[in-house]
């Protein structure tokens, strides 16, 4: 079993192309999409999908208003901003801070939430209740680090664990296809690509696969780290742009750190000959291998709009793809 994960310096270089084109070509592949931030390769694979899990991976602090006595201790540890002191006058915070105050206007006098609030308030001072501070977890903001709630002296703060997206395996005319989908200002993206990682890891030896194809996520940070950690090798993709330049060579630092044999395919070579050229240049004195060039071609873009990946069309740059993967296909001989 071998497995390749393609990954890039930014987005837009062409990758998830000829990932899908590699999962066509690949003998017997498990497909592992771990861009999960904005998954696109379901697009060309239109996969069915076979189970949906839940993905939890963190927690998030709730204030329970009824026990919270208003000392303010959550608002003094929480280095994130995500307490509020809610406001006596109005019970909300506008965005800069202030409270809000009701303007006496004819419109939705009955659904205001500012009104209603001065009627509670009117009503809890008549029965006699003493007025405290109000304070309110921001669950956007929240960051689950827990400080709020092991220093909270009244324990008036729940700490519950919190869905963050969901993950499925599918099935796809090129074989299983691992894929996820983090929720929007969702964390722990790396989290859910270790996870989607072995989870294919766990079909290919279970079914006897031959190749696991990663279609990684852009950039260097965490979820590149954990597409390409224990891989056998990487292939890069990149442009002959500047941003395409600068970002290969953060790529391929990343690859040296953690000892990953490493290769280099140009897209769109033919935008900027020099450029690519260059690219190639320093790429080699970096000790990455230049795995081919694949030129610009609009075709791309209509494979994609018919759920195809290039190498299944009569695409000029269908045979290009074709020469790369047989160049990674020689190279990672067992």
Not at 68 to 74: A, D, F, K, L, Q
Not at 307 to 316: K, M
């Amino acid at each position: 079993m071998r497995e390749l994960a393609i990954i890039s310096g930014k987005g837009g270089t062409g990758k998830t192309s000829l990932a899908a084109s590699f999962a066509v070509l690949a003998p017997r592949p498990v497909v592992a999409d771990c861009d999960v931030d904005a998954a696109d390769l379901h697009l060309v694979l239109a996969p069915v999908v076979r189970e949906r899990h839940d993905f939890v991976g963190g927690r998030k602090a709730m204030i329970r208003e009824s026990d919270c006595t208003g000392c303010g201790v959550c608002l003094s540890v929480c280095r994130f901003g995500a307490v509020a002191r809610l406001s006596r006058d109005g019970g909300h915070p506008d965005s800069a801070g202030a409270p809000l105050d009701c303007r006496l206007c004819d419109y939705g006098k009955r659904a205001c939430s500012v009104r209603t609030d001065s009627l509670i308030k009117e009503m809890e001072a008549s029965a006699g209740y003493s007025e405290r501070d109000r304070f309110q977890s921001d669950p956007a903001a929240c960051e689950g680090c827990g400080v709020c709630v092991r220093f909270c002296p009244a324990g008036a703060i729940d700490f519950p664990e919190v869905r963050c997206g969901e993950w499925m395996v599918s099935e796809t005319r090129c074989g299983p296809m691992v894929h996820a989908r983090l929720g929007i200002a969702a964390e722990n993206s790396g989290k859910l690509v270790s996870l989607v990682r072995r989870e294919a890891r766990r079909i290919a030896k279970a079914e006897g696969r031959d190749w696991i194809i990663v279609d990684g996520p852009p950039g260097i940070g965490c979820p590149v780290i954990a597409s390409v950690t224990g891989a056998d090798m990487i292939l890069a993709v990149t442009e002959p742009t500047v941003s395409g330049e600068h970002d290969l060579e953060r790529v391929l630092s990343l690859a040296r750190h953690f000892q990953l044999p490493s290769a280099v395919c140009v897209n769109k070579w033919d935008l900027d000959p020099a450029g690519a050229d260059r690219i190639e240049a320093r790429a080699r004195s970096s000790g990455a291998r230049i795995a081919g060039r694949v030129r610009y071609d609009p075709s791309v873009s209509r494979a994609q709009l018919r759920e195809r990946a290039v190498v299944e069309t009569d695409a000029p740059s269908a045979g290009e793809m074709r020469r790369v993967w047989d160049f990674i296909e020689q190279e990672m001989k067992p």
